[in-house]
Each structure stands twice: as structure tokens, then as C-alpha cells.
């Protein structure tokens, strides 16, 4: 599934106006994995408040729906950008692509991610390779093609979806949380040289959020609202906030569990 | 999984599809039946299915196109209708049919044929739907209109989602003169009150309900407050105080078992009579906090504990309508521990569909707590029903018999020979539909 990647305006419902490309995408929002939950309440989140979008994913097709969507609920402009995590080979075209389509500042979502059922990956050992691979490599690389652009547009923002799971890896799913904890301490690290050239970084750490991840499956909290994770996300990003979990009250939970001490983390975990 | 009334669950395997390919894969996956489920706001057993594939659509929730001119909406099935009139109605749009929550999807309106408080002057949703483009078993998508398959639309409006998963339909809005509705309330004190009081009003006002407190007996049966609504008009809007967008509040918890929920329920009834004044009352609300009062408390149905509630509902022909719901409300009113909920609506005609609900008369909506003996109480109000030609509403239903069924849908044969046509390997199933034995009527 890696094609040539091409950047193709989202089908125009019949009341959007017909807007100039370039000035409509000021400001813009390119959200890479716009299927997943999060990021498909996101883009609505956005959206009414007026942002252009380019939604990037493997499904284009279902994309160009979700384009149609966006535009009747506020977007000025919507495109959608074929986008594989498993093809970090087209990293380098998906970025020029960007840079010709996008000449303002703009603003970045990561929202792809896998978590595969951990008796697979007991079953399957090479599925550990793949998950560290489209949670960790695959966002790394993207990163890295990435950073230098949002530096010479000298603004915008980058949001990146961890997880509380990255925090402390648990027993219970040590290669997601392992790839996890791989993406946040990329983030971390990348945060100051961007915020030097004025590009802001948000690294977003949910707990379990009801979405096609984890619906179905049984989790340690009730699963929170995908929109409600999303606002949250959004006013992270609106204020500029480095670190943000989501509910708002792990992030003290979370500090407790890296200050516990290994041997009582371990009879917990029990 | 189970209907909203949380009595009569059944296990099924479940799927949520994100996108449209995966809509594909559930159903070519699908083993042991086939049904697709919105909201879950179905009462009783309408949107389950024992052993068999449910597909939730509530993640297919998109919208398409919209035309000014028009008004008409194309959207997928998901799509609730609280988020389209929270998005239309600042346009100058809104939905011109919405039940008592804006909780409940298109493709679940279409499949229950809803209705809101204006049926005398709007009609049931069904006839605002343009087109349905409805999926089958097969993976194939049949456009529906009145043009085009006029019987295999007529089959999905209000089909109960038998005929196949509504993948997108055109809704048609009407526009909206403003987000406010001018409400105005009367205190009745029996029946025969209240049905002269709903007589006099009900070619007039463009919104009416009545609260009926399910608890009183006697002299009192039947009295309750009678709710009239008529959209403010834009140049209005700054004349009238209005009240605040009511804050929403959840239920946390479900009751325990030992809750007097009964007497709770009585003082509440007193002082919410006790509420209106005996000259009537007069206020401006926002539009939302008028249509779906349900929605101001999320999760009520906790309120029920456990065991669950179920919602009797049936609609009666205006002339017979002043006995039969004496009778319907005597016999509640003597169960224990009878409706804690009772809802009284006008009806002005029949819906488009074949098992579309609507009919010209008037609609009872009884809530009542589960109990050992409440299928017996079901039954009796049945029978009841039956006797003065009253219908059930299948989306609040779990409980009528295959035979109250054919006699109060006339149109069951002709239903269960589209779906025969449609989809002859009988794929599309629900609990409802089993225990209704809607398709041993296919020729």
C-alpha cells in the first residue's frame, strides 16, 4: 500500500466556497493517521474553529468522506495525503509534498499507533518488531523528515500522541508501552531545538480512550470520550502546554507510579 | 448488550467500524444474523441480537453535503441528531422531527419512523427522509426513494432495521426562525381535562406534550401538565428573558435495589404539579432543553437499578382514545409500582412507512420499573390496546406478542414480503423480530 503519494483536495460539498489554495491552507492542521479516533474527533475540533486540514492516512477514499465532513463543519479547505507508517520509504515525498502545499506555518498531529492483543504478540514474536516499528520508528523517521520544515516555517506546532503506558511500562503490554516510552523520550529530545526556531511541542499522554484500539477490550479505566480527549488535546495545543494527560488527573497518578519503587511497583502489578 | 431499558440483554459479537471498508468486513464476517445498531436508545429488544453480528454505527457518522437551498442534509447513518441540529440550527436550520433526546442516530430514526411533539403539524421524521442508500447482506448498495424502489423504501422506513444497515440517507431540515422556543404550560387536574385541553390546542400549537403523573388514582388519574411550544421568532428574540441552557447532569450510579423509588417519585410528581401554577406558566427556553428534556440527566435509566425498566407506548384513534387510556392508565396506576413515567401525545396521521408507528390519534408512553410480575402487566395492557384498535410502538416494545403484532400492523404481509425479496437468506435479524415472527409472514 505505498503508491505515490499525492495530495488531492477532499470532495467540495456544494456549499463550500471555492477558496484559493494557498490562502486557505494558512494555518493549517496535517494530521498523519486521520482515521483513528482521536484524531477524527480532533479534526472536528478544528475544523469549527475554522482550520484548514490535511488529513493523511491509508485510506484516502474514507478520507475524502471525512473531508466532506470537515468542510460543512467550518474548514475552509480540506486535502487528503496518502500516508503509510509501514512505508517509512515515502517519508521523504510526503514531506516535499508538504513543503510545495503548505508555504505558511502549519501545525502537526501524529495519531497512528498499534496495540495488538499481547497474547499475538507471545504468539507472533516478530509482531514486536512491527509494533516498535509503526509506534516508534515509524514517527521517529516522519520526525526527522519533519522537524527541518516546521524550523524553516520558523512557527506552528507539533502534537504527539504517547500514552500513560510509555510512563511506566507495565507488564501487562511491555512491547506497546516499551515503544511508547521510545516515542516520548524521541519528543522530549527533539522539544527544545524546535522550540528554539519557534515551533511549539505537545506530547499528549492518554489513558485508555474509547476507540477502535480499544473498544472491545478490557481496560484498567473506563474508557474516556474520544471528543472529550480530543478537546483536551486541543486546549493543550491552543496553551502551548509541553506535556499534557488526559484525564487530567493522571498526570499525578503517573507521578506516583515513576516514583514508586521497582520492588513495589512489582507486588502492584501483581 | 441490551436496549436502553436494560431488561432483556442477549450476547452478540459486536463491531465498530471506523470507516467504510471496515463496514465491509463486519458484514462479510458476520455470522448467526445480522443487524445494525445506533445509539442503543431502543427501549427493549429492537437493536440486539442473541448470538448473533450487531454492528454499532455510531462511529459512521458523517456528514456529506449540505444545500442551503433546499435544506437537504445527506449524512451517514451514525450521525445523531442533537450534533445536527447543534450545527444547523446557528445556520438557520434544524431537523423538523426529533424524539425527547437528541441521542438517537439517522439510521435508528429512520428505522423506528420517530416522532417528536409537532406530529399533529410536522409528521413523523420518515417523511423528511429524501433517499436512503441502505447495504445489504451482500455487501451491495441499493439506492432507495420514493421514485426508485418505492417498496423497499417504504419497507425501511420504520422497518426496524430489517431491510438492510442505512449507509447514508437525505434528510431534509426546515429552517429554524431561531434557537428559542416560547414554552407555555397548564395544570390539569384529570383526564377529561386534559383531553378537552389537548382537543383545543392541538391544530394550533405547533409542540405539545403532556406530563401525566402515572401514580395518581381515582379522581385525579390523568392529571398532569399539558406543555406547549412555538419557535420565537427571530425579530423577537431580544423582547423575552431566556432562561439558561440547563446544565447537564449524570446519573453516577444505579440505584441500589432497596431505593423507595416509588415514593421518590410521588413527591417529585407533587411538587412538579405543584411547579405550574394554577394560571398557567409562561417561559423561553433554548430549543435543545424544549426537544429533549431526557437529555438533561445522562444515564437515567441507572436510575431504574438494576433490574432495568421497560416503556409502554401505544397510540389509540382520537375516538376511542378517552376510554382506552382511562383503562391503560387505571390498570398501571393499580400495579405496583405502576409508571413513573407517563407521556401523552397527539398524533396527526399515519407514517410513510409500512411499520412506520404513526397513526391520527393519541399516544400513551408509560415507564415502568422491571418487576417478577410485569410481564404479566404487559400483557394485560396488550390486551388492552388490542381491544380499542391501539398500536405499539416497536422501538420502545419488548414485549408484544406475535400475534398483537400482525393485528396492529395491517401491513406485516406486504413488510415481510420485501424482505424476502431483499434479502432471501434472512441474514438481517433482530431479538424483536425473532420473537414477533416477522418474516414467517414472507409468501
Redesign the interface.
Known amino acids: 500500500m505505498s503508491d505515490e503519494p499525492s495530495l488531492v483536495p477532499a470532495d467540495a460539498p456544494s456549499e463550500a466556497p471555492a477558496a484559493a489554495p494557498a490562502a486557505a491552507l494558512d494555518d493549517a492542521w496535517v494530521i498523519f493517521g486521520a482515521s483513528s479516533g482521536i484524531a477524527r474527533a480532533f479534526m472536528r475540533i478544528a475544523a469549527q474553529h475554522g482550520k484548514p486540514l490535511v488529513l493523511a492516512g491509508r485510506d484516502v477514499e474514507d478520507l475524502a468522506i471525512d473531508g466532506r465532513d470537515l468542510v460543512l463543519r467550518g474548514s475552509p479547505a480540506v486535502r487528503t495525503l496518502t500516508f503509510d507508517a509501514d512505508a517509512p520509504a515515502s517519508f521523504a515525498a510526503l514531506t516535499a509534498m508538504i513543503d510545495t502545499a503548505l508555504p505558511q506555518p502549519f501545525n502537526v498531529l501524529l495519531a497512528f499507533a498499534v496495540l495488538p492483543k499481547p497474547q499475538d504478540i507471545v504468539a507472533d514474536p516478530d509482531l514486536a518488531r512491527r509494533v516498535v516499528a509503526i509506534n516508534a520508528g515509524a514517527p521517529l523517521a516522519l520526525m526527522q523528515h519533519l522537524a527541518p520544515l516546521l524550523q524553516r516555517r520558523g512557527g506552528g506546532r507539533l502534537v504527539v500522541l504517547g500514552s500513560v503506558a510509555g510512563d511506566r511500562v507495565r507488564p501487562g503490554n511491555p512491547v506497546y508501552g516499551a515503544s511508547k516510552m521510545a516515542l516520548h523520550g524521541f519528543v522530549q529530545a527533539l522539544a527544545p531545538g524546535l522550540a528554539r526556531s519557534g515551533v511549539g511541542v505537545t506530547l499528549v499522554k492518554p489513558g485508555p480512550v474509547d476507540t477502535p484500539m480499544t473498544f472491545g477490550r478490557a481496560t484498567a479505566l473506563r474508557p474516556a470520550s474520544a471528543e472529550d480527549c480530543a478537546a483536551a488535546i486541543w486546549r493543550a495545543a491552543q496553551k502551548g502546554r509541553r506535556v499534557v494527560y488526559f484525564p487530567a488527573l493522571l498526570r499525578w497518578v503517573m507521578l506516583a507510579v515513576r516514583l514508586l519503587p521497582d520492588f513495589m511497583l512489582r507486588r502492584l502489578a501483581k | 448488550m441490551s436496549g436502553f431499558g436494560r431488561t432483556h440483554p442477549s450476547l452478540a459479537h459486536?463491531?465498530?467500524p471506523?470507516?467504510?471498508?471496515?463496514l465491509l468486513e463486519a458484514i462479510a464476517g458476520s455470522e448467526g444474523g445480522l443487524l445494525a445498531r445506533g445509539c442503543g436508545r431502543a427501549y427493549g429488544d429492537a437493536a440486539q441480537l442473541d448470538g448473533g453480528t450487531v454492528i454499532d454505527m455510531t462511529?459512521l457518522d458523517?456528514?456529506?453535503?449540505?444545500?442551503?437551498s433546499s435544506g437537504v442534509l445527506v449524512c451517514?447513518a451514525g450521525v445523531r441528531l442533537g450534533d445536527i441540529d447543534a450545527?444547523f440550527v446557528p445556520r438557520g436550520f434544524a431537523l423538523p422531527v426529533v424524539p425527547g433526546t437528541g441521542q438517537v442516530s439517522v439510521g435508528g430514526a429512520i428505522a423506528a419512523d420517530i416522532h417528536g411533539k409537532n406530529h399533529d403539524s410536522a409528521g413523523s421524521f420518515g417523511e423528511y427522509v429524501e433517499w436512503i442508500d441502505l447495504l445489504g447482506g451482500d455487501g451491495a448498495v441499493r439506492h432507495l426513494s420514493p421514485q426508485q424502489d418505492a417498496e423497499a423504501f417504504a419497507a425501511t422506513i420504520g422497518g426496524m432495521g430489517l431491510t438492510g444497515i442505512v449507509l447514508q440517507a437525505a434528510i431534509r431540515l426546515v429552517p429554524v426562525p431561531s434557537p428559542f422556543i416560547h414554552c407555555r404550560e397548564r395544570r390539569l387536574t384529570d383526564l377529561d381535562a386534559m383531553l378537552t385541553a389537548i382537543a383545543g390546542i392541538r391544530d394550533s400549537a405547533t409542540y405539545s406534550v403532556a406530563w401525566i403523573d402515572g401514580l395518581a388514582r381515582g379522581k385525579n388519574l390523568g392529571r398532569g401538565i399539558l406543555q406547549l411550544g412555538e419557535a420565537v421568532p427571530a425579530e423577537l428574540v431580544g423582547k423575552y428573558k431566556i432562561r439558561r441552557p440547563a446544565r447537564a447532569h449524570r446519573v453516577p450510579f444505579e440505584l441500589p435495589r432497596g431505593f423507595p423509588l416509588k415514593t421518590a417519585v410521588r413527591l417529585y410528581n407533587k411538587l412538579h404539579m405543584a411547579r405550574v401554577p394554577a394560571g398557567g406558566s409562561v417561559r423561553t427556553l433554548p430549543r435543545q432543553d424544549f426537544l429533549h428534556p431526557l437529555d438533561g440527566l445522562g444515564d437515567w435509566n441507572r436510575l431504574y437499578g438494576r433490574r432495568g425498566f421497560v416503556q409502554f407506548q401505544c397510540v389509540i384513534a382520537d375516538e376511542l382514545a378517552q376510554p382506552g387510556l382511562r383503562k391503560l392508565l387505571e390498570t398501571v396506576s393499580r400495579s405496583r409500582p405502576g409508571a413513573l413515567l407517563a407521556v401523552l401525545k397527539t398524533m396527526g396521521r399515519s407514517g410513510r412507512g409500512m411499520l412506520s408507528f404513526a397513526r391520527r390519534g393519541h399516544s400513551l408512553a408509560l415507564d415502568i420499573p422491571w418487576r417478577r410480575h410485569t410481564p404479566e402487566l404487559l400483557a394485560e395492557l396488550e390486551r388492552i390496546a388490542l381491544d380499542c384498535g391501539a398500536r405499539v410502538y416497536l422501538a420502545k416494545d419488548s414485549a408484544l406478542s406475535p400475534e398483537g403484532f400482525a393485528a396492529m400492523y395491517p401491513e406485516h404481509e406486504r413488510f415481510a414480503a420485501v424482505l424476502q425479496r431483499l434479502d432471501p437468506a434472512g441474514r438481517f435479524q433482530s431479538d424483536q423480530a425473532r420473537r414477533l415472527g416477522v418474516r414467517t409472514y414472507a409468501p
Open positions: 459486536v463491531s465498530r471506523q470507516r467504510r471498508a471496515q462511529r458523517r456528514l456529506l453535503d449540505f444545500d442551503p451517514e450545527l
